[in-house]
């Protein structure tokens, strides 16, 4: 997707070991996000971002963490990572002032093992 | 807590003729919504949205419409073609929540030549 881009975009994991995934927005939007896609869940809401260094939890956020040091880059890191964080994990972007709709990337498929 | 959800998980169509995707919402203060599209393997893609102070709004081949009274929200795609095959989620923005969306679980529309 223009303007989004996330890595890796497949990566298998084992158990217990840490994981970071990136995600790169050249938009320069204010807003990012963090959800994951499940079978029969659809699109949760891990964490997000109001801005550089300033982040909040969303509806599933135990076991992750983020971070956003520059406006461009959202991390999201899975600390230890467990089976049930098998997912595939999308990020998206929202513009300040405009209208609520977000742009996606083309997401990250997490396979914990 | 309240969601958005859907009443049908997978919809097939002829091709040619008109779908109609269906979503109920239960959040009264919600006051924008979205259609999103996902083709497989890839991010949620915009479509069409409609703010809570309208009833109908109408894109190219799509028409989303809004009863507030039922809280109620269609897309209607016309001379349905096989690249309408996807997953459509929809989504609503809770302006007193912080501009986050909240998914549906997406239904599965499946077009058959």
């Known amino acids: 997707d223009a303007g989004i881009t996330q890595s890796p975009r497949h990566k298998v994991t084992e158990t217990g070991t840490p994981v970071t995934l990136r995600c790169h927005q050249t938009?320069?939007?204010?807003?990012m996000y963090w959800y994951r896609q499940d079978p029969g869940h659809g699109l949760r809401l891990i964490h997000y971002?109001?801005?550089?260094?300033?982040?909040d939890k969303g509806e599933v956020s135990d076991g992750y963490s983020v971070s956003r040091s520059k406006t461009e880059d959202f991390l999201l890191t899975l600390e230890s990572a467990t089976s049930s964080q098998t997912s595939v994990y999308f990020c998206?972007?929202?513009?300040?002032?405009?209208?609520?709709?977000?742009?996606f990337g083309s997401g990250t498929r997490l396979t914990v093992v | 807590g309240e969601s958005v959800g859907l009443h049908l998980p997978t919809l097939s169509v002829q091709e040619g003729d008109n779908s109609i995707i269906n979503c109920a919402y239960s959040?009264?203060?919600?006051?924008?919504f979205i259609w999103y599209k996902q083709e497989s393997g890839k991010g949620p893609q915009f479509i069409i949205d409609i703010r809570s102070n309208m009833d109908k709004r109408q894109g190219q081949r799509v028409t989303v419409l809004l009863n507030k009274t039922v809280k109620h929200l269609s897309l209607q795609i016309a001379a349905t073609q096989p690249g309408d095959s996807a997953v459509y989620f929809c989504?609503?923005?809770?302006?007193?929540?912080?501009?986050?969306?909240?998914f549906g679980g997406g239904t599965r529309v499946l077009v058959k030549p």
């Open positions: 989504a609503e923005n809770i302006k007193a929540a912080g501009n986050k969306l909240t």
């Open positions: 971002s109001y801005g550089v260094k300033d982040t």
């Open positions: 998206a972007i929202r513009a300040h002032g405009q209208n609520y709709g977000y742009t």
């Open positions: 959040n009264s203060a919600s006051d924008y």
């Open positions: 938009e320069n939007h204010r807003y």
